[in-house]
């Protein structure tokens, strides 16, 4: 049998079970949520860790967040645009094809988070400025973004290995992943804000070089995964510099109405948090974490967007459109019903929750404001 008749033999959507969708789009999702509140815990373990340190490392940091967020847009383009097209191509049993977009998603993934460190590292500091941070919570910012920056293109090429991993119907090793980089970033983080052991007080620059030395284990954990997989998508360290750019212009051509929509997303959020400052740090640091436990809400939307365009990527790729179409209601219903129920419970259980992760002499105003 020859390998592209063995992929094809090995990637046929067994990933969908017709009789019962809704076990086919929790199967998928559940890992997805898993994976996601693991990257969402990194920056709400940033904002734990330095919480003790005062509100000036405590808004930085989060003022800090707000630069980060905006820069996953480019990653979220490429990350729907992969999963899609990889997608499709398992579904058609042409998981080499699939391969080949992964390549491709790696290459853009790796330009993207390289831009984006250089930004974070050049103009992350007037950045925070423009968002209204007082000199206090901008030096700290500053000194985050400089040490989270250098992370950037490994967490920009986490995102695409996990994304394409996704969109050939493989959610869990993933969430794996996420786990890991979430451990990782906890030791590291700890150790060097607090001076643990031999390592050296490093306050908030231990917190971003937590982050980026959590993105450097996560990459290289992901990229050997990749290279080591026999069936679905794989990667190939020797092919590592082959680009094709149609196939990377179709993997943008799907992707950047989605990263654009999280752009404008980023910027309203910017936006708010910019007439927040003006209410001065305190108002501002307790927005930050509201802001990043909103973040886990909506993980579970996000996870059940990835099951969706898993199934219906895959579904279409099998000419089954009918099938697409069932999975995306399904989807829709679940995600309507779960972000409905965490709106009550943020409602009701708000205190308690912005308490766990703040510490320190202001906890108690930080708790008033963010509840």
């Known amino acids: 049998m020859s390998t592209e008749a063995a992929e094809t033999a090995a990637v046929s959507p067994t990933a969908i079970d017709e009789s019962h969708l809704i076990r086919s789009v929790i199967r998928l999702a559940w890992p997805v949520v898993v994976q996601q509140v693991s990257f969402s815990m990194v920056q709400l373990v940033d904002t734990a860790l330095?919480?003790?340190?005062?509100?000036?490392?405590?808004?930085?940091?989060?003022?800090?967040?707000?630069?980060?967020?905006?820069?996953?847009?480019?990653m979220i383009a490429i990350a729907v645009g992969s999963t899609a097209i990889i997608a499709r191509n398992v579904g058609a049993g042409k998981a080499h094809l699939g391969s080949k977009t992964l390549h491709n998603a790696l290459i853009l993934a790796l330009l993207w988070g390289s831009f984006v460190g250089l930004l974070m590292w050049f103009i992350g500091g007037w950045s925070l400025g423009v968002l209204g941070a007082e000199a206090g919570a901008q030096h700290e910012g500053t000194v985050y973004l400089k040490a989270a920056s250098v992370g950037m293109p490994f967490f920009a090429l986490i995102y695409a290995g996990n994304a394409s991993q996704q969109g050939a119907g493989d959610t869990r090793t993933p969430m794996i992943t996420g786990i890991l980089v979430n451990i990782a970033n906890i030791i590291i983080a700890y150790t060097l804000i607090n001076g643990r052991g031999p390592a050296p007080r490093l306050n908030v620059l231990g917190s971003g070089a937590g982050f980026s030395g959590g993105a450097m284990i996560g990459c290289v954990m992901v990229l050997t995964v990749l290279s080591l997989r026999r069936?679905?998508?794989?990667?190939?360290?020797?092919?590592?510099?082959?680009?094709d750019g149609a196939d990377a212009a179709r993997v943008l051509n799907?992707?950047?109405?989605?990263?654009?929509?999280?752009?404008?997303?980023?910027?309203?959020?910017?936006?708010?948090?910019?007439?927040?400052?003006g209410l001065g740090t305190t108002a501002l640091a307790a927005h930050g974490v509201t802001l990043a436990i909103q973040s886990l809400t909506f993980n579970v939307g996000f996870a059940l967007s990835v099951a969706t365009s898993a199934l219906v990527g895959q579904s279409l790729g099998a000419g089954r459109p009918d099938l697409a179409e069932r999975s995306a209601y399904v989807s829709m219903r679940y995600a309507l019903v779960f972000l409905v129920s965490m709106g009550v419970l943020m409602m009701i259980f708000g205190r308690q929750v912005v308490g766990l992760?703040?510490?320190?002499?202001?906890?108690s105003d930080w708790v008033d404001i963010g509840a």
Not at 55 to 65: F, I, K, Q
Not at 231 to 243: D, I, M
Not at 357 to 363: L, M, Q, T, Y
């Open 357 to 363: 992760f703040v510490g320190g002499d202001k906890a």
């Open 254 to 277: 799907v992707g950047v109405p989605a990263g654009v929509e999280q752009a404008q997303f980023n910027v309203a959020f910017m936006l708010y948090t910019r007439i927040i400052a």
């Open 50 to 74: 330095v919480g003790h340190l005062g509100e000036d490392a405590l808004a930085g940091v989060r003022l800090a967040g707000q630069i980060f967020w905006f820069s996953q847009a480019g």
């Open 231 to 243: 069936r679905g998508v794989h990667w190939s360290p020797l092919k590592a510099a082959s680009f």
